[in-house]
């Protein structure tokens, strides 16, 4: 699988910003993926994961209610709806996948158990 990440810009606070995560192969739809971001000087932080059906979606705290994350597994594309953003929100947003599911939730939000990663994309919040 080869993730593209696509949709990162300059947006003021208070304001929204959707990112895709395109996929290639044929196996996307089986796939939980995931959606991290690393600021400078940060290590990696989980935002958000979705389950292969779209059944189950999995949030960092500081994201429920503010983010949204979906799928299109006929489009092969991820997407995450980002409303009422922070300054603190600024960072690379990176899409990534794994072709088997856990049982506990909480490895999604370990980038070690993602397989394959997008290239990331940059999304700036001015204050």
């Known amino acids: 699988v080869q993730l593209q990440a696509s949709g990162g810009g300059l947006v003021q606070a208070g304001g929204s910003l959707n990112l895709s995560c395109a996929a290639s192969?044929?196996?996307?739809?089986?796939?939980?993926m995931g959606w991290f971001r690393q600021a400078p000087g940060k290590e990696r932080e989980f935002v958000a994961a979705i389950s292969w059906s779209s059944g189950s979606t999995y949030y960092a705290d500081s994201m429920k209610g503010r983010f949204s994350i979906s799928r299109d597994n006929a489009k092969k594309t991820m997407y995450l709806q980002m409303t009422s953003l922070k300054p603190e929100d600024t960072a690379v947003y990176y899409c990534a996948a794994v072709p088997f599911p856990y049982s506990n939730s909480d490895y999604y939000t370990r980038p070690r158990t993602y397989n394959y990663w997008g290239q990331g994309t940059l999304v700036t919040v001015s204050s």
């Open positions: 192969g044929r196996t996307f739809s089986t796939y939980t």
